[in-house]
C-alpha cells in the first residue's frame, strides 16, 4: 500500500534562517506531488506542484522554493524565513484523478 | 483569485439531521471535485469525489451534488453524527487540486 511521510511534524525557527521540509512516498511510482500551506484561520494554498522528477511548477510568487531530486521525494525549502512564512505546511501526492492523499503536516512556527 | 469559494465559515448542524455545506466555483477546466474532511493539526483526509460529468454519487451517509450550469456542488450528510464535527474543504481538480477556505461544521446532540 502507499504511504506518504513528512518531517518534522512541528518546526521553530527564527525570522532569516533556512528551511528544508521533506516529504517522501512509498509504495507507487511517478506520483504527482504537491506542497500546500494552511495559514492560521485560512483555506489550502497550493504552493508547489510537480508531475515528475525536477519538474516544478510554482502557483504563488513567493519566499519559498520546491525541488524533486528523486521520483518519490519532494523538498520545500528556504533560504532566510520570514514571519509570513508561518503556517501549517501540506505534502500530498497523486496518481490518477481524483483523489490525491495528504501527508500529516508539518507546522512552521518563525519567531 | 479564488477558483474555488466557500462562503459559509461555519455551520451548526443537530445531531441525526442533515449537514448541507456548499461550494462555488469559477474554473470551468475542472473535470473533477472532491470532499475532504480535516481535523485540527492533521493532513486532510479524502471523503468524497464526483466528476464533471455526473450530477450525483452517493457513499454511504455523504453525497455530493454538482449542477454545472450554476457551478456550485453541495455535500449532504445524512444523518448527521457528532464525529462529523471538522472542517470541510471542497476541491476541483484537473492537474492540481484548488481547494475552498473551508467550513467549519459542529455537530452537536
Known amino acids: 500500500s502507499q504511504t506518504i511521510h513528512q518531517w518534522p511534524a512541528t518546526l521553530v525557527q527564527p525570522v532569516g534562517s533556512p528551511l528544508s521540509l521533506e516529504c517522501t512516498v512509498e509504495g507507487t511510482s511517478n506520483p504527482n506531488l504537491y506542497w500546500y500551506r494552511q495559514a492560521a484561520g485560512r483555506g489550502l494554498q497550493l504552493l508547489f506542484y510537480s508531475v515528475g522528477i525536477g519538474q516544478i511548477s510554482s502557483e504563488v510568487p513567493q519566499n519559498l522554493s520546491a525541488s524533486r531530486p528523486q521520483d518519490r521525494q519532494f523538498i520545500l525549502s528556504s533560504k532566510k524565513l520570514l514571519l509570513s512564512d508561518s503556517g501549517f505546511y501540506l505534502c500530498?501526492?497523486?496518481?490518477?484523478?481524483?483523489?490525491?492523499?495528504f501527508g500529516q503536516g508539518t507546522r512552521l512556527t518563525v519567531v | 483569485d479564488q477558483q474555488v469559494k466557500q462562503n459559509s465559515p461555519s455551520l451548526s448542524v443537530q445531531e441525526g439531521r442533515i449537514s448541507i455545506l456548499n461550494c462555488d466555483y469559477t474554473?470551468?477546466?475542472?473535470?473533477?471535485f472532491l470532499w475532504y474532511k480535516k481535523y485540527p493539526a492533521e493532513g486532510p483526509t479524502f471523503l468524497i469525489s464526483?466528476?464533471?460529468?455526473?450530477d450525483k454519487n452517493e457513499d454511504g451517509r455523504f453525497t455530493v451534488f454538482l449542477n454545472k450550469s450554476a457551478k456550485h456542488l453541495s455535500l449532504h450528510i445524512v444523518p448527521s453524527q457528532p464525529g462529523d464535527s471538522a472542517v470541510y474543504f471542497c476541491a476541483g481538480g484537473y492537474n492540481k487540486l484548488i481547494f475552498g477556505a473551508g467550513t467549519r461544521l459542529a455537530v452537536h446532540p
Open positions: 474554473n470551468s477546466m475542472f473535470d473533477y
Open positions: 464526483i466528476s464533471s460529468i455526473k
Open positions: 500530498a501526492w497523486s496518481v490518477q484523478p481524483p483523489e490525491a492523499f
